[in-house]
């Protein structure tokens, strides 16, 4: 806090007045009755009690009132760091707190604060400064955008929300967050409304505060400061060595600091072969090169183990990211895919249409080409996803192992095609398709864009594909989209965990030109990420859910996470709020997932914000509290109990024992 008038303190030097006029104030000799004495003719009492501190509890009121007199000299007008919202007209508010849970959040500021730590505490700053009949809800901020609290006027549950709520190694969705914040207040009747954003805008998005319906608070400016970081994305063993991903902010003072491979005391060593590792210790270890952005370092080491770790040496912003697992072979998300390069390659030769449309989408997912649809589950267990093109039917052997891994979460597409007219005998078309469909050249000319809008804009491409043929679907399952004339091009069935998908379209451009749109893209984009939150999802970025059935606990570096749950889809799910190992329990079986961080996230310093919300902010939410009035009402109640206590001591020492003449001859105490 600061004083508007520093120099009024010096008043409080007066403290030690009355501590020196108690000192020097004598008391009367206290008289003793001594019976012998009436023998002896009276004498005058001249002894003196030893000079001793008296009435300290006078004392020390006395010394209150000299410091609240210097403290009001000092501070018609005192600054301390207590934030506020200016109610107009003194009318009651609706406020959406808003609060950046993202990792950068977790950076420390210029004054060794931790920025999540700080902005709770200005969080529940404004809920200390509230009124009956306020409304606040909380929103956070961290990927995705998630509602922590909707509007009440309950205070007791908002506290109680900031007091559950713990840091994350989140990504940051502002735009969505806001635009939640946003929602929470619209249909509440209160007509002064303000939507108050705690986060260090480490993010690209732009706020458009002056585009939104609801004002824009952006208090704390301590929350934006620069710093510098480096921190590990992820670390994975490829072949006999570990590939550690570090990213680190511009100009970030990295002299000193090192790269360590860690493993833990008694780990199995990686493979069929190798000693249990020994205590724990230092496997490989390499220095960290100044750097900006993203960058792989290379850890060789001669044994490898399952239980390992990265660790970057010395500090810097943020501790949270400075420590990661490991990630063992074979978590990398798998599709296979099933196509027939005569009818879904471009003329050229090369790789297929499908396999070309994969790797445009920059997944991280590995594609496996497969020549046949394996019959035993055991064969299928490497795949997160299957994209079967123009298959002509399943065996009852593959069916029963699809059956099988989708029940644990796989995610499967067939594109059938003009192959349905030559399928076997006996061949079946579960776990896709309830009924067999049928081939037929009489079709309209595409999709209609509304029954497909989940797809977003790139739906709007598959208006006209030209197709020359399309499979008929029996409508025995959830429709994604519709064909112009109603009839099912995309159908969902479940299974377990997993999906089971059709469509009526090949991938082959010489059926359509479904493979050249944008939507075609979109529809496999949205496959993988269906995988990658079942049974692919073996390593995803911090926030991004995994779907869970029923009995399944998944436990992390947070603990044992509770599940949340759909009603409108029936889909349950997890979000992984940290960085690190997890562990799926079903019974007696046991399923590893990692989640990563988002690269982005630990290189993108803090902005400022624009200048006209900065001014808006300082007119709205402010931390000028003007505490005369209760210092003057201080000083008042200090001085009117000494007066009350001087009486009560006055009084008390006139009805003590040897405060009245007495005729008696007294002794008195030495001196």
């Known amino acids: 806090m600061s004083f508007l008038f520093p120099a009024a303190l010096a008043i409080a030097v ?12 004598r008391g009367q000799a206290r008289e003793v009755t001594f019976p012998g004495a009436s023998l002896v003719p009276a004498a005058r009492a001249t002894a003196k009690q030893r000079a ?11 010394a209150l009132l000299i410091l609240a007199l210097a403290l009001l000299g000092a501070s018609p007008l005192m600054q301390c760091s207590r934030l506020s919202v200016a109610r107009p007209g003194g009318a009651s508010m609706a406020l959406a707190i808003v609060l950046d849970d993202s990792l950068s959040m977790q950076a420390t500021t210029s004054e060794d604060d931790v920025r999540w730590e700080r902005a709770l505490a200005g969080a529940r700053q404004l809920l200390s400064n509230a009124r009956e009949g306020d409304a606040f809800s909380i929103v956070l901020a961290g990927a995705p955008a998630r509602l922590a609290l909707a509007a009440t006027t309950e205070l007791s549950a908002v506290r109680a929300s900031l007091d559950t709520l713990a840091a994350s190694s989140r990504s940051t969705d502002l735009a969505g967050a806001l635009g ?28 458009g505060a002056d585009e939104r319906a609801t004002p824009l608070l952006l208090p704390l400016p301590e929350l934006r400061e620069p710093f510098d970081n480096c921190g590990l994305v992820a670390a994975r063993v490829r072949g006999q060595a570990v590939d550690v991903e570090i990213a680190c902010t511009e100009g970030a003072d990295v002299s000193g600091r090192g790269v360590e491979l860690r493993v833990r005391e008694g780990t199995a060593a990686l493979g069929t072969e ?17 750097r900006e952005g993203h960058a792989t370092v290379r850890l060789g080491a001669d044994a490898l183990y399952r239980d390992m770790r990265v660790q970057l040496t010395g500090r810097d912003a943020i501790a949270a990211d400075d420590e990661t697992p490991v990630i063992p072979p074979g978590h990398d998300l798998v599709v296979g895919v099933l196509v027939d390069p005569a009818t879904a390659s471009v003329q050229t030769g090369g790789a297929t249409v499908l396999e070309t449309g994969l790797r445009a989408l920059d997944s991280g997912a590995r594609i496996e080409p497969l020549t046949s649809l394996p019959e035993e589950a055991a064969d299928l267990e490497r795949f997160g996803a299957l994209i079967l093109d123009d298959p002509p039917g399943l065996t009852p052997e593959a069916r029963s192992a699809l059956q099988t891994w989708l029940e644990q979460g796989g995610v499967a597409l067939a594109l059938w095609g003009p192959a349905l007219r030559s399928a076997p005998l006996g061949s079946t078309f579960e776990p896709f398709l309830g009924g067999a469909p049928i081939w037929e050249t009489n079709t309209p000319d595409g999709i209609d864009p509304e029954s497909a809008g989940w797809l977003g804009e790139p739906a709007r491409s598959l208006g006209a594909l030209g197709a020359s043929g399309r499979a008929r679907l029996a409508e025995n399952g959830a429709v994604l989209a519709r064909w112009t004339d109603g009839e099912p091009w995309l159908l969902e069935r479940r299974h377990g965990r997993g999906i089971a998908s059709s469509s009526g379209l090949p991938v082959s451009v010489d059926q359509s030109d479904l493979a050249l749109r944008p939507g075609f893209l979109a529809l496999l984009d949205h496959v993988v990420q269906q995988a990658r939150s079942r049974r692919g999802g073996r390593e995803t970025v911090v926030g991004q859910a995994w779907e869970v059935g029923p009995g399944i606990q998944v436990e992390g570096p947070a603990g044992v996470l509770r599940a949340q749950h759909q009603p409108e889809s029936d889909r349950t799910y997890v979000e992984p709020p940290l960085h690190g190992r997890y562990h799926l329990r079903q019974g007696e079986t046991t399923e590893e997932r990692f989640a990563t961080l988002h690269p982005e996230e630990m290189v993108r310093q803090p902005r400022s914000g624009p200048a006209s919300l900065a001014q808006e902010t300082e007119q709205a939410a402010y931390t000028d509290v003007d505490v005369s009035r209760e210092l003057a009402f201080v000083v008042l109640a200090l001085g009117f109990i000494e007066l009350l206590a001087r009486a009560w001591l006055r009084r008390g020492r006139a009805g003590a024992p040897g405060s009245r003449p007495s005729s008696r001859p007294a002794t008195t105490e030495p001196t």
């Not at 619209?186 to 480490?202: N, Q, T």
């Open 274 to 290: 190798g000693k249990p590792a020994p205590a724990d210790a230092v496997l490989a270890r390499a220095e960290l090169t100044a």
């Open 14 to 25: 007066l403290v030690g007045v009355p501590v020196a006029a108690h000192f020097l104030r």
């Open 52 to 62: 001793r501190l008296e009435d300290r509890g006078l004392l020390a009121l006395r």
């Open 180 to 207: 939640l914040a946003e929602s929470t207040l619209a249909e509440l009747p209160h007509v002064h409304k303000r939507v108050v954003l705690f986060s260090d805008l480490a993010t690209a998005e732009p706020l």
